[in-house]
């Protein structure tokens, strides 16, 4: 795999996610959907980690980073899966652009990073900016996309929480590895989950649905995530940290033509705004450096 088309990957991975996590649970139940997803995922990854004969650690850091992989994953995806009943698939992409703000403050409280420098600190405003938009527009279409919002975000704490967990444990696993041993930790949890709040086998899957279990399963499960560390591996973080900029839009794009979602006004200056805090979070401190370099040699 080459670098331009593990970014075409991962950017369309990323964009179609959203809206195949809602199609995964039509009919279904979106507990059924997640619980189904993350039973393939988990059986795909460790395939995946058998055939490219990676180690699976048993080290104590390793299981540790397992654990924290698998918390991360129960909490994100059961909170996505829950908030996409609520609002449009494109919304789910936007409000998950602030992830990197968000696990700059985990990281700045919890690993002592200076993480919060002015530039990430305006991002970081302007990004919440951005949301105080979509609340505001959702308190006008009612409680339940609020809730959706709410629910999400909590979803988006739950990643970059276990992102920040990871990093302090520095067990220095493959990343596909971390990803098997995360789906299996957290699969039981599914199941539990399914078990007691749900409990009922569908009596039809419809093929739409099956077919986006499938793809979630292993397109999201492995391939994306194969794709993305293969980035991280060969090209600088800032080229990597662009894709934030890119779902966002292109998620909103794709729920607009494939499920007749519509973009409003609200949600375009909420998206443009979250996009230029992380904008200002990336970039900020380059852009001030390069332009006090230009005044001081003029």
């Given at each position: 795999m080459n670098v331009?088309?593990?970014?075409?990957?991962?950017?369309?991975?990323?964009?179609?996610?959203p809206l195949t996590i809602q199609w995964s649970s039509q009919d279904v139940g979106f507990l059924f959907g997640v619980t189904s997803r993350m039973i393939l995922g988990a059986i795909?990854?460790?395939a995946a980690v058998f055939l490219f004969r990676y180690p699976f650690l048993r080290s104590r850091k390793a299981l540790q980073t397992y654990v924290a992989s698998g918390v991360g994953i129960y909490v994100a995806m059961l909170f996505a899966y829950w908030g996409a009943r609520y609002i449009p698939s494109g919304w789910i992409s936007v409000i998950w652009g602030i992830s990197p703000v968000?696990?700059?403050i985990l990281a700045t409280v919890f690993l002592n990073?200076?993480?919060l420098t002015w530039n990430r600190l305006l991002g970081a405003l302007v990004g919440i900016a951005g949301l105080s938009i979509i609340f505001l527009h959702s308190q006008n279409v009612g409680e339940k996309t609020l809730l959706g919002v709410g629910i999400i975000l909590l979803g988006v704490l739950g990643?970059?929480?276990?992102?920040?967990?990871?990093?302090?444990?520095?067990g220095n696993v493959n990343g596909l590895v971390v990803s098997a041993g995360g789906l299996l930790f957290s699969m039981p949890l599914f199941i539990i989950t399914w078990w007691v709040f749900d409990g009922e086998w569908p009596e039809h899957v419809p093929n739409r649905a099956a077919a986006s279990i499938l793809y979630l399963s292993f397109f999201g499960s492995v391939v994306g995530f194969s794709a993305y560390f293969y980035l991280i591996n060969h090209v600088e973080a800032s080229r990597v940290s662009l894709i934030t900029l890119v779902t966002p839009v292109t998620a909103l794009m794709v729920g607009h033509y494939w499920n007749n979602e519509q973009i409003t006004l609200s949600v375009v200056y909420g998206a443009a705004l979250i996009l230029l805090g992380l904008l200002s979070y990336e970039w900020g401190e380059k852009f001030r450096l390069k332009v006090q370099r230009k005044v001081l040699s003029s």
């Amino acid at each position: 795999m080459n670098v331009p088309l593990a970014f075409l990957v991962v950017i369309t991975l990323w964009s179609t996610t959203p809206l195949t996590i809602q199609w995964s649970s039509q009919d279904v139940g979106f507990l059924f959907g997640v619980t189904s997803r993350m039973i393939l995922g988990a059986i795909f990854a460790s395939a995946a980690v058998f055939l490219f004969r990676y180690p699976f650690l048993r080290s104590r850091k390793a299981l540790q980073t397992y654990v924290a992989s698998g918390v991360g994953i129960y909490v994100a995806m059961l909170f996505a899966y829950w908030g996409a009943r609520y609002i449009p698939s494109g919304w789910i992409s936007v409000i998950w652009g602030i992830s990197p703000v968000m696990t700059g403050i985990l990281a700045t409280v919890f690993l002592n990073e200076k993480a919060l420098t002015w530039n990430r600190l305006l991002g970081a405003l302007v990004g919440i900016a951005g949301l105080s938009i979509i609340f505001l527009h959702s308190q006008n279409v009612g409680e339940k996309t609020l809730l959706g919002v709410g629910i999400i975000l909590l979803g988006v704490l739950g990643q970059t929480s276990s992102a920040v967990w990871i990093k302090a444990i520095n067990g220095n696993v493959n990343g596909l590895v971390v990803s098997a041993g995360g789906l299996l930790f957290s699969m039981p949890l599914f199941i539990i989950t399914w078990w007691v709040f749900d409990g009922e086998w569908p009596e039809h899957v419809p093929n739409r649905a099956a077919a986006s279990i499938l793809y979630l399963s292993f397109f999201g499960s492995v391939v994306g995530f194969s794709a993305y560390f293969y980035l991280i591996n060969h090209v600088e973080a800032s080229r990597v940290s662009l894709i934030t900029l890119v779902t966002p839009v292109t998620a909103l794009m794709v729920g607009h033509y494939w499920n007749n979602e519509q973009i409003t006004l609200s949600v375009v200056y909420g998206a443009a705004l979250i996009l230029l805090g992380l904008l200002s979070y990336e970039w900020g401190e380059k852009f001030r450096l390069k332009v006090q370099r230009k005044v001081l040699s003029s």
